[in-house]
């Protein structure tokens, strides 16, 4: 009797756990064992470049000395369809004269884009006149908008705050100061819910990712990590 009982337990709370955590279904799961995923991108007016390099076989590092340049998924996803993203990261330092409300101050040690793609069919004539005029000089559309996940260099009382250079780009503050250096931190955000509070409008359907340590404004260094990055639904 008690190994009936006993069974019927076990049976119960394994019965129990599967149908009360949910499942997560994984668009993307980036461990950072080699680059193959990623492509450079280099702005064209900063002769200096960022480095992104992989070490101890599975963790990407980002390097920058008075430069900037970022690395860009290749994949795009449906934020619709996968609206939630985690990742582990680190800093070295964060940068004295960094400041995330002004354009001289405008570097961080990491942060994360989430660009969403620029689509001229739900754009106002306003917009699509400057995004074609965008596009004859580098070749291709920018961003509709972004949400910058950042590494704050001071300890805002904001959690957001939009970008020096244009409204466009809302920057995320997760971590902020220097409380946090040479700590490994797991963010997990849900970018629509993000974006309604930073943009006050739903986003636009299609995202890419993109990383980035600059230090092209402040001429200092900064070094950070990134341990894994999950783009993921809860079924």
Do not use: C
Not at 207 to 217: E, G, K, R, V
């Amino acid at each position: 009797m008690r190994r009936i009982i006993a069974f019927i337990f076990v049976f119960v709370t394994i019965f129990l756990g599967i149908f009360s955590n949910p499942v997560e279904e994984v668009k993307i799961r980036e461990e950072f064992k080699n680059l193959d995923s990623w492509k450079a991108y280099e702005f064209p007016k900063i002769k200096e470049h960022s480095v992104y390099t992989i070490v101890e076989g599975e963790i990407l590092k980002t390097e920058s000395n008075a430069s900037a340049s970022a690395i860009i998924y290749k994949d795009e996803f449906d934020v619709y369809k996968y609206p939630l993203i985690q990742w582990r990261w680190k800093v070295d330092n964060i940068i004295k004269k960094g400041d995330a409300k002004s354009k001289d101050g405008d570097d961080y040690p990491i942060r994360i884009y989430i660009a969403f793609k620029y689509d001229p069919a739900y754009t106002g004539l306003g917009k699509r006149i400057k995004y074609n005029t965008a596009k004859l000089l580098y070749g291709d559309y920018p961003p509709d908008s972004s949400l910058n996940y950042i590494w704050a260099n001071k300890d805002y009382k904001e959690n957001i705050i939009a970008n020096s250079y244009t409204s466009e780009a809302q920057m995320i503050l997760l971590q902020k100061g220097d409380a946090n250096v040479g700590i490994w931190k797991t963010e997990t955000v849900n970018i629509i819910e993000d974006y309604k509070k930073a943009f006050g409008k739903q986003p636009p359907a299609v995202a890419s990712i993109i990383i980035m340590n600059d230090t092209d404004n402040t001429k200092e260094k900064a070094v950070s990590y990134i341990d894994y990055i999950k783009v993921y639904r809860l079924k």
